[in-house]
Nanobody, 121 residues
Framework: QVQLVESGGGLVQAGGSLRLSCAAS????????MGWYRQTPGKQRELVAF??????NYADSAKGRFTISTNNGKNTVYLQMNNLTPEDTAIYYC????????????????WGQGTQVTISS
């Protein structure tokens, strides 16, 4: 099985910074992409950023403020969040697209447990 473990959430003042991390472990043949989503009550989960190889993509609200990266082994994803605002308050979920079976090319989306990010004004 594959497990994603998140850390780095917390409460900070507006204008502050947080760095989220997510480590993937388990039966992994290859990690195709990793990313971060966020969700607040009454809203659908939305993409914040993802990374696949050298390619990255950011939500418009994250561009210029957030930076996504991976470690050298590409099994850990980070989200550096700067200049945070109360609108960034949400539960942030790590996502990984992982191939677990090379013979059948079985690929799944795995999700972390979520980490709370709260920005006060």
């Amino acid at each position: 099985q594959v497990q994603l473990v998140e850390s780095g959430g917390g409460l900070v003042q507006a204008g502050g910074s947080l760095r989220l991390s997510c480590a993937a472990s388990g039966r992994i043949f290859s990690v195709n992409a990793m990313g971060w989503y966020r969700q607040t009550p009454g809203k659908q989960r939305e993409l914040v950023a993802f990374i696949s190889g050298v390619n990255t993509n950011y939500a418009d609200s994250a561009k210029g403020r957030f930076t996504i990266s991976t470690n050298n082994g590409k099994n850990t994803v980070y989200l550096q969040m700067n200049n945070l605002t109360p609108e960034d308050t949400a539960i942030y979920y790590c996502n990984a697209r992982i191939t677990v079976d090379s013979v059948d090319s079985v690929t799944y989306n795995f999700w972390g447990q979520g980490t709370q990010v709260t920005i006060s004004s």
